[in-house]
C-alpha cells in the first residue's frame, strides 16, 4: 500500500515518463480510486487536477 508522499515513474507506452506523487490516500473510497495523485510529464507540466489511482496502476510504475 502506497503511503502519502511516495513517489512514481509511469513509463508509458508511448514513450514518454509520467511523475506521479500520491498526495491523500482514502480507504473509504472504492479501491480503483484509493489514492489522489499529482501527475506531471517530462516537462514538469503538472494536471490540472488531481487523479484517483488504484493499487493496480501503481504496481505498475517504477517507485523512486
Known amino acids: 500500500m502506497a503511503k502519502v508522499g511516495d513517489k ?3 513509463h508509458s507506452a508511448n ?3 509520467y511523475y ?3 498526495v491523500n490516500v482514502n480507504v473509504y473510497r472504492e479501491p480503483a480510486m484509493r489514492y ?3 501527475v506531471s510529464n517530462e516537462d514538469g ?3 490540472d487536477d488531481f487523479m484517483f489511482v488504484s493499487d493496480d496502476l501503481l504496481c505498475q510504475c517504477e517507485k523512486v
Do not use: R
Request: glycine letters at 6%; charged letters at 25%.
Open 8 to 10: 512514481y515513474i509511469l
Open 15 to 17: 514513450g514518454k515518463k
Open 20 to 22: 506521479i506523487e500520491v
Open 36 to 38: 489522489a495523485v499529482d
Open 45 to 47: 507540466v503538472h494536471s
